[in-house]
């Protein structure tokens, strides 16, 4: 298995871009999520998704939009970069139940300038 | 609604020291617990979980046992080495809830 993998690794936008992280397991789990970390901040929840077709907000989803059209991908899409939305990314994936851990991916860095 | 507290450090150890990072949790009904590392550049890793009261989890020497009665979750090591430098992240997931993170302990171990 490859486990959860994110693309791309780095990434610089000029402020008002836009630009899709992508996001896909292969470990037919059915609860995504999406995360950022900022330095002293920990991880604040963007988006997540708990089957295909079902999506929901987190914490702090002003400024980006997600999908689940299948079990595998949930991409996230940044719709006009700003130099807030500096940070790292984590997409994240598990079972559903209270029981199991999430698996994390390696993390999208970007830079909005 | 839920949250986790944990000692925010940095924590600074010399190798062969003795760890031990507090973290304590509130929530409603019975949550599994969970101890994560991230080593720098990289993603978070699952170091160990405990999902009912008085489990222990353990692994690569870390343990942490699931303390209702304190609703704790303290993790533990005897004997610390460089390679252990990481951050630590304590987390909770309750039943139809997303996971809930703790800030994060910075953990740097000097030769």
């Known amino acids: 298995n490859a486990g959860v993998t994110q693309t791309p690794k780095f990434q610089v936008l000029k402020t008002g871009q836009s630009m899709t992280l992508q996001c896909a397991q292969d470990m037919n789990h059915e609860y995504m999520s999406w995360y950022r970390q900022d330095p002293g901040m920990g991880l604040r929840l963007i988006h997540y998704s708990v089957g295909a077709g079902i999506t929901d907000q987190g914490e702090v989803p002003n400024g980006y939009n997600v999908s689940r059209s299948t079990t595998e991908d949930f991409p996230l899409r940044l719709l006009s970069a700003a130099p807030s939305q500096t940070s790292v990314y984590f997409c994240?994936?598990?079972?559903?139940?209270?029981?199991?851990?999430?698996?994390f991916g390696p993390g999208t860095r970007l830079t909005v300038t | 609604g839920d949250s986790v507290t944990q000692m925010e450090g940095p924590v600074t150890l010399s190798e062969e020291a003795f760890l031990t990072i507090n973290c304590t949790y509130t929530a409603t009904g019975y949550p599994s617990l969970f101890w994560y590392v991230q080593y720098p550049g990289e993603g978070l890793q699952l170091l160990l979980k405990?999902?009912?009261?008085?489990d222990k989890g353990s692994n690569k020497g870390f343990e942490a046992t699931y303390r209702k009665e304190t609703t704790s979750f303290h993790l533990e090591k005897g004997s610390v080495q460089v390679s252990d430098s990481a951050v630590y992240f304590c987390?909770?997931?309750?039943?139809?809830?997303?996971?809930?993170f703790g800030p994060g302990t910075r953990l740097s171990v000097l030769p």
């Open positions: 405990a999902t009912k009261a008085d």
């Open positions: 994240a994936s598990s079972y559903g139940d209270r029981g199991y851990e999430q698996y």
């Open positions: 987390a909770l997931r309750n039943y139809g809830q997303n996971f809930v």
